[in-house]
């Protein structure tokens, strides 16, 4: 898995599949959340996304407020996380 940073936009390539993944990416919001009020997570290949950073993204959008735009490059990711109920609270749109 490849992180860049831009601004309030973390774009990821690759595959995230670990809980290494998971706490790197944790930490760059982490990072951004000191600056901005909303990230955009922009997931490029992934087919799936493990279910600590789907718990983790609704938290700090429904617990702490933040605003949160997910853009799934893949149709599978998009689906998946659709059929989670979780297109509103993530701003999901297919990229």
């Known amino acids: 898995m490849e992180l860049k940073i831009s601004n309030y936009v973390i774009t990821i390539n690759g595959n995230i599949s670990s809980v290494s993944d998971f706490e790197k990416i944790k930490d760059n919001i ?16 992934s087919l799936v996304i493990n279910s600590s950073l789907i718990g983790y993204l609704v938290k700090i959008v429904k617990q702490d407020g933040m605003k949160v735009n997910l853009l799934a490059g893949n149709n599978i990711l998009y689906e998946l996380l659709d059929d989670l109920a979780l297109s509103e609270i993530l701003n999901l749109q297919k990229v």
Not at 36 to 45: A, E, N, P, S, V
Request: no cysteine; hydrophobic share 25%; glycine share 0%.
């Open 30 to 45: 982490e990072q951004l959340r000191t600056q901005y009020d909303k990230i955009t997570l922009r997931i490029h290949d």
